[in-house]
């Protein structure tokens, strides 16, 4: 067998079956042809997935990206936004080395705005329910990663720390956003820094439950400030529901 010859060919003399015309989910159906794990990056993200021939040699790999970009919405142009996903097909040589690709269509999200509840004029992001599913997804995959490399019940601390440290980074890089957006005001900023910095600072450490407490007993703000502190909120109760 030549090491320059792509897999699937080999497999569709063999098989009579033309890879090329199906679509990745019809890849699981053939007992020969073996779905392994995906590969999660840092962040939690999935960033491929790959089929093995009679699960010894790599024979088709599909990775995933997100779309991110400028999203228009009443005539204003938002950046930066996560607008869907792109997903690419790769078809392997027995060596290991990509032999050709193919691009599938892209998956856009029906996105709609978020508002400030107490200002609905002010729009703080914009969502889908696809969206928050896959970001949900992405946030327990982080945690699952973390918690692969250190299976130890006395390496759990450890899991909740780096999961911590990467919602804490996420949250301030948020509102560094809004600020830097021109939709919190520097006084905002201030007294939102002044109301979650003591709270959020347990996440550090791995303390999801001390931060729970600490952000639960914060004053109730209203406007923006309000709003921050319930999506901070709802992010460490969802974590704190599915991990203690």
């Known amino acids: 067998m030549s090491e320059a010859r792509i897999v699937i060919d080999y497999i569709q003399e063999q098989k009579g079956i033309n890879l090329d015309t199906l679509i990745d989910k019809d890849f699981s159906q053939f007992s020969w042809l073996n779905e392994r794990e995906s590969v999660f990056n840092e962040e939690g993200e999935r960033v491929s997935k790959s089929y093995y021939y009679e699960n010894k040699r790599e024979a088709i790999r599909i990775e995933y990206s997100k779309i991110i970009g400028d999203f228009v919405f009443d005539g204003i142009t938002y950046p930066n936004i996560f607008l869907g996903f792109k997903k690419k097909i790769l078809w392997l040589r027995w060596d290991g080395t990509i032999g050709r690709s193919k691009n599938k269509q892209p998956y856009y999200f029906n996105l709609q705005p978020i508002y ?30 973390i918690a692969l490399d250190n299976d130890l019940s006395a390496k759990i601390l450890q899991t909740h720390k780096q999961a911590g440290e990467i919602e804490l980074r996420k949250i301030w890089n948020k509102i ?69």
């Open 116 to 145: 400030d509840i107490d200002n609905p004029t002010l729009i703080l992001d914009f969502s889908s329910k696809k969206q928050k599913q896959t970001i949900s997804e992405e946030r327990i995959n982080s945690i699952k990663l």
């Open 176 to 244: 560094q956003r809004l600020k830097d957006n021109g939709q919190l005001t520097a006084n905002q900023f201030r007294t939102v820094s002044e109301v979650l910095f003591d709270a959020l600072i347990p996440l550090e450490f791995g303390m999801w439950q001390v931060a729970q407490t600490k952000v639960n007993a914060t004053t109730t703000a209203s406007g923006i400030i309000g709003t921050i502190r319930t999506q901070v909120k709802a992010i460490i109760d969802d974590y704190v529901t599915a991990n203690y």
